[in-house]
C-alpha cells in the first residue's frame, strides 16, 4: 500500500515554466515532508522539507505548498531551466526511520 | 559534508549466486538504510539499523539480510539471487538526533541479475 500518492510520473515543460509536482497522504502521524531530487547516476539529495504548522515554504525557485485539511502538499519551480531536469521525490516522515517515499516525477525542462 | 559510499556502481551476477552490497558513511550516523528503488514504484525500504549489530525488517526484507558489525558500514545480502533482485539499490544515513532528520543517499548500486 503506497503511504503517499504522487502525480503526475512525468512532466515536460518549456524552460522558464512552473512545473507542479503533487503528493497526497493519509496517515495524520506523519509530521515532515522532504523533497528529494535525484539525478541519473546519483542518489536522491534533500531539496526542500516542510513541517504541517506552516502551509508554505520557499527555498530559492522551489517552494512547498502545504494543505493540512486536505493531507496534500506539492512543489512548483519557478523559473524551471534544463539544469533542473531531475526524478523528484515527495516523501512524509514520522521519527528518525520512518520515511516513506511516493514514486517519483522524472522532470525534462526544454531550452 | 554527509559522504556516503557504496562499494559498487554496477554489478552482474547469476541466478544463485550470494550477494553481497557494502555501505559506508563517515559521519557518525546512528541509522543506517537499505533501499531498492524502480520505476513506478519509488524507494522502499528493504532494511534499516539503528546500531550496531540491530536491525529492523523494512517493507520488502524477503529474499534479503543485512549485517552491521561497525557502526560506519552496512551490509544487504542477497542470500540467492534471483531476476526479480535486479534494481537499483541505494544506501542511506542518518543521525539519531531526535525527531525526523535528513536521510543523506549514496550513489547506488544497479544491480543486474541474469
Known amino acids: 500500500q503506497q503511504q503517499v500518492k504522487q502525480s503526475p510520473q512525468s512532466l515536460i515543460v518549456q524552460k522558464g515554466g512552473i512545473p507542479i509536482i503533487n503528493c497526497a497522504y493519509e496517515n495524520t502521524a506523519f509530521d515532515y515532508f522532504p523533497w528529494y531530487q535525484q539525478f541519473p547516476g546519483k542518489g536522491p539529495a534533500l531539496l526542500i522539507a516542510i513541517r504541517p504548522d506552516v502551509s508554505e515554504k520557499k527555498e530559492g525557485r522551489f517552494t512547498i505548498s502545504f494543505n493540512k485539511s486536505a493531507k496534500q502538499f506539492s512543489l512548483h519551480i519557478m523559473d524551471s531551466q534544463p539544469g533542473d531536469s531531475a526524478t523528484y521525490f515527495c516523501a512524509a516522515q514520522t521519527g528518525a526511520n520512518n520515511l516513506f517515499f511516493g514514486t517519483g516525477t522524472r522532470l525534462t525542462v526544454i531550452p | 559534508d554527509v559522504k556516503v559510499t557504496q562499494s559498487s556502481r554496477y554489478l552482474v551476477k547469476r541466478t544463485g549466486e550470494k550477494v553481497f552490497l557494502e555501505c559506508v558513511q563517515d559521519m557518525d550516523h546512528e541509522n543506517m538504510f537499505w533501499y531498492r528503488q524502480d520505476p513506478g514504484l519509488g524507494l522502499r525500504l528493504i532494511y534499516f539499523?539503528?546500531?550496531?549489530?540491530?536491525?529492523e525488517k523494512g517493507d520488502i526484507p524477503e529474499g534479503y539480510s543485512v549485517s552491521r558489525e561497525k557502526k560506519e558500514r552496512f551490509s544487504l545480502i542477497l542470500e540467492s539471487a534471483s531476476t526479480n533482485q535486479t534494481s537499483m539499490y541505494l544506501c542511506?544515513?542518518?543521525?539519531?538526533?531526535?525527531?525526523?532528520?535528513?536521510?543523506?543517499f549514496g550513489p547506488g548500486t544497479r544491480l543486474l541479475v541474469l
Open positions: 542511506a544515513s542518518t543521525s539519531l538526533a531526535g525527531g525526523p532528520e535528513t536521510q543523506y
Open positions: 539499523s539503528y546500531d550496531v549489530k540491530m536491525k
